[in-house]
């Protein structure tokens, strides 16, 4: 039988996970721009998004404009885009299947090994979605550090990993420690069946008399 705690815990990893990766959806902060460089004027940050894009004032002022055009943005932002989403949409129908498979719940109590199952079937859909996020992270950023070390990328146009990316991948791993917990702890197919023993001889026979 699936130990209750464990899955507890998971759900835990894995929601807050959920919630990460929708903070590091909606953050800005995906690339902020680099003061590597000798002659790079600090008067002002640039942040972009997956959204808008947000300049940062000396003053503490921020201005943000949102990007007017969808088919005008680089593929790696829509990409991005389409990775984080459909990995916030698994977490949303993770976080439903492992409220139903969840030892600690009333769901499907009378059929446990059915239960099990589909909170095995939750903790997989926690992993793929933590995939999900971790690929678009990852991908992001290793597009930001390919333009930070071309020699043909101006110095003034070079960005750094914005704080977003640290909670992406953050929330990855949180996702996916958590759909782990669920996978490991879930009871094989014999479990809760008592083991049978075939029948002694001597009790189903009885005993012959030989002359």
């Not at 902020?32 to 947000?54: H, R, V």
């Not at 299947?97 to 059915?114: K, W």
Request: charged content about 10%.
């Amino acid at each position: 039988m699936a130990n209750a705690g464990i899955q507890l815990v998971g759900f835990a990893l894995a929601f807050f996970g959920f919630i990460g990766s929708i903070a590091s959806t909606v953050m800005v902060e995906w690339k902020a721009s680099s003061y590597a460089g000798d002659n790079i004027i600090t008067a002002q940050a640039l942040y972009e998004g997956l959204w808008k894009s947000c300049v940062s004032q000396s003053t503490g002022q921020v201005q943000c404009k949102v990007y007017d055009s969808l088919l005008q943005l680089p593929g790696i932002v829509l990409g991005t885009r389409g990775l984080m989403l459909c990995s916030i949409v698994l977490c949303l129908i993770s976080i439903l299947v492992a409220a139903v498979g969840m030892r600690c719940t009333t769901c499907m109590a009378e059929v446990p090994e059915q239960k099990d199952k589909v909170a095995l079937t939750a903790g997989i859909i926690f992993i793929i979605a933590g995939l999900l996020t971790l690929v678009g992270t990852c991908w992001y950023g290793h597009r930001i550090a390919q333009d930070f070390y071309d020699p043909f990328t101006p110095t003034n146009s070079r960005y750094e990993f914005g704080s977003a990316l640290y909670v992406g991948w953050g929330s990855a791993f949180l996702i996916i420690i958590g759909g782990s917990f669920f996978c490991c702890n879930c009871s094989s197919k014999s479990s809760g069946k008592s083991q049978r023993y075939p029948p002694s001889r001597s009790a189903d026979q009885p005993g012959r008399d030989y002359v």
